[in-house]
């Protein structure tokens, strides 16, 4: 019999499937158009099904579903047409990047079926799908017990560890995941946005590479870095230009950014980068205003190193933001969420796998999940602050946009102040509201009465 079905055989589902198929797991497959299935038909470990009803009744007890379908309503309607064949005990996950409030409502749902259901967010693309990805389970813990023999054999595997641990309950492997996605949208941006500065300074692609690669190592090593040096030495084959030059200058997204910034809204958390990130695609679409201005050539002098530096310190300020809703979604909405642990997945098979996550992994584990990654980094910060005032002050003077670099700096530069001017603000809500406010000379709450 088969030990799990895989439903959906899409980019990713197929991956899965094959990595699933790899360690030797028996694998049922089933996508809605048949044609895909039969491409796997005859591979050791698999057998595709045309009926839905049929992949499901492969499986050993209790059967282990794993959906790998577009999020929102496609995941409803596979549950609409999963009711039908499964029973108490079997365990369906959906594996997509499903929206995590959805996740309540689905897992009452097959609750009332005796079924258990599994949140589970994945993160490495293609690739890290078929190779060991990043895996955050959420739900049963129970359930999670009988397939983590599954999850922790497929996930990668870093110094011996495999990057799956159980998240927590109800849709926090969902939460974990997104906001995973929201850290590598300022990731991704911030590599952007010192690409363009050192276009601005003249360089090549291939010498941009190169600075790349040389930052590649030791705390600021990435495999969004690496990948970028990659990307940047490739050539188109049809023209031998650079491949980058002949791709259009406008960022799509799938959603997972933008969920980030509006739960962050809600928690009333400040994830400036994460949000900048999703405005800087928006821009990159909004052809008619991108059009209505004349164009500048911008041509700056430029130090690497300084450049290096400011893109350290902003990328501990996309982690901190990212890990500052985790800590308080934990408590939000009572998960208990070990941000150590998650720390400690992200160290292999996710995108925004790094060598920052080990630093992550060891603050949170010595301090608890009220720690700042600038308990340890505040004199990296101190130290790398000129180096980013001077990078966004250049750029900027220049008519180059860097809204990462900038929020980063000004994310950090109000900690410094000695006054942000919040009484002003307090005396104008007194003066119009009678919002009252609190005086530093004495206790209480005051109103006056201005006028
Ligand atoms: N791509 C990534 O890097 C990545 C990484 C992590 C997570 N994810 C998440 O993984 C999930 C799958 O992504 P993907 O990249 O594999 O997508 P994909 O290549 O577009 O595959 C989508 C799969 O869902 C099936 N499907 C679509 N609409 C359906 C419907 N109405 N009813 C039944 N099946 C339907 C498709 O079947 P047909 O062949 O019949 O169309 C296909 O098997 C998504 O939630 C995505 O956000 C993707």
Redesign the pocket.
């Known amino acids: 019999m088969n030990q799990i079905a895989v439903i959906?055989?899409?980019?990713?589902?197929k991956a899965i499937a094959q990595n699933m198929m790899n360690h030797g797991f028996r694998v049922a497959g089933y996508?809605?158009?048949y044609a895909?299935t039969e491409t796997m038909q005859g591979k050791e470990n698999f057998i595709g099904y045309k009926e839905l009803k049929d992949a499901i009744e492969s499986l050993e007890k209790p059967r282990k579903i794993f959906m790998?379908?577009?999020?929102g309503p496609?995941v409803d309607?596979?549950i609409d047409q999963l009711e039908p064949f499964v029973e108490a005990g079997d365990i369906v996950m959906d594996?997509?990047?499903?929206y995590f409030e959805d996740d309540a409502r689905r897992g009452k749902r097959l609750e009332k079926l005796g079924v258990h259901y599994l949140a589970v967010g994945?993160?490495?693309?293609?690739m890290g799908a078929l190779h060991g990805p990043s895996i955050m389970p959420s739900g049963s813990k129970e359930a999670y017990d009988q397939v983590a023999f599954i999850l922790e054999t497929i996930a990668a595997q870093k110094d011996g560890e495999p990057c799956c641990t159980y998240i927590g309950p109800e849709g926090s492997g969902h939460y974990v995941k997104m906001v995973h996605n929201g850290i590598e949208y300022a990731d991704m941006q911030l590599i952007v946005e010192a690409y363009i500065a050192m276009k601005a300074a003249g360089m090549s692609n291939q010498s941009i590479s190169d600075v790349l690669e040389s930052w590649n190592q030791g705390p600021l090593e990435s495999y969004l870095l690496s990948i970028t040096i990659k990307i940047l030495r490739e050539k188109d084959p049809d023209t031998q230009k650079d491949l980058v030059d002949l791709i259009v200058d406008a960022s799509s997204n799938?959603g997972t950014g933008k969920w980030t910034s509006q739960c962050a809204l809600v928690q009333d958390i400040n994830v400036s980068l994460i949000h900048g990130a999703y405005m800087a695609r928006l821009t990159s679409n909004d052809e008619e205003l991108r059009h209505r201005f004349p164009k500048v050539q911008s041509h700056i002098e430029l130090d690497t190193e300084q450049l290096r530096q400011a893109y350290f310190l902003a990328r501990v300020v996309a982690y901190e933001q990212g890990f500052r809703l985790y800590s308080d979604a934990s408590k939000r909405y009572g998960w208990d969420l070990n941000l150590s642990k998650i720390a400690s997945i992200f160290r292999a098979g996710c995108i925004i796998q790094a060598n920052l996550l080990e630093y992550i992994r060891d603050t949170f584990g010595r301090l608890g999940p009220d720690a700042s990654l600038f308990d340890d980094f505040e004199e990296m910060a101190i130290a790398h602050l000129p180096a980013l005032k001077t990078i966004v002050t250049t750029g900027l003077l220049h008519d180059i946009s860097m809204p990462l670099f900038t929020a980063a700096l000004t994310y950090i530069i109000p900690m410094q102040q000695v006054a942000l001017g919040a009484n002003l603000i307090q005396a104008q809500r007194d003066f119009f509201g009678a919002h009252t406010f609190k005086r530093v000379d004495k206790e209480g709450v005051f109103h006056h009465h201005w006028e």
């Open positions: 959906g055989l899409g980019v990713m589902g996508n809605r158009t895909v790998m379908v577009p999020a496609v309607a596979m594996a997509g990047n499903s994945v993160s490495g693309g293609e799938k």
